[in-house]
């Protein structure tokens, strides 16, 4: 396979944020990178690419859940009363 190898300024500039956070996310896991000999990253074009469908915000029209979201009977009561007001 190959891919081209981006910097974390490739990446920052592809993703909007700064090269600072680029290298933060790899020092703390979050972004698959490659580190070279003197130290340097690189990001694998084709990982970014699957990094960023794995953090895809759903299109619209589609559905999702998230595992703490309120199951039926779960919401308090007290949520789900309306405010009735006086009519002048």
């Keep these: 396979m190959n891919t081209p190898l981006l910097t974390a ?5 592809r993703l909007g944020v700064s090269a600072e956070t680029v290298l933060r996310w790899v020092r703390d896991g ?3 990178a490659i580190k070279l000999p003197g130290g340097a990253i690189r990001v694998r074009e084709d990982e970014i690419e699957a990094w ?8 619209r029209g589609v559905l999702t859940t998230t595992p703490g979201a309120a199951r039926p009977g779960t919401v308090p009561s007290s949520v789900l009363t309306t405010t009735e007001y006086e009519e002048d």
């Design 9 to 13: 300024r490739d990446v920052a500039e």
């Design 30 to 32: 979050k972004l698959p």
């Design 52 to 59: 960023l469908k794995e953090r895809a915000t759903p299109q």
